[in-house]
């Protein structure tokens, strides 16, 4: 079983930084790649980004662009994301899953997922 969590979420100014986490115990699982995920209220899931732990590539969203960075620490398995210049929009519930294709912004190819975290970014 592949367990995944999620911690650094919380309630900030526009404009402040956080950086989010994302453990995960995945011991079973051969090769796997990782991606970060976001939902807000009464709004569809959407893509922000993801790493490939090998080739260390990665993909986002053109609405954090330039602002979020991810990142993995392949010893720790644990992967982050740090968030920049954060706006009132980018409120959601932030969630890690684990994908054991290539990276991907469809959220069908993440098999595991965590049960995330709040982010509230206040104007």
């Known amino acids: 079983q592949v367990q995944l969590v999620e911690s650094g979420g919380g309630l900030v100014q526009a404009g402040d930084s956080l950086r989010l986490s994302c453990a995960t115990s995945?011991?079973?699982?051969?090769?796997?790649?990782m991606g970060w995920f976001r939902q807000a209220p009464g709004k569809e899931r959407e893509f922000v980004a993801a790493?490939?732990?090998?080739?260390?590539?990665?993909l986002y969203a053109e609405p954090v662009k330039g602002r979020f960075t991810v990142s993995t620490d392949n010893a720790k398995k644990t992967v982050f994301l740090q968030m920049n210049s954060l706006k009132p929009e980018d409120t959601a519930v932030y969630y890690c899953a684990l994908t054991l294709f290539e990276i991907s912004a469809l959220d069908t190819t993440y098999r595991y997922w965590g049960p995330g975290t709040q982010v509230s970014v206040s104007s």
């Open positions: 790493v490939s732990r090998s080739a260390g590539r990665t």
């Open positions: 995945a011991r079973t699982v051969g090769n796997y790649n």
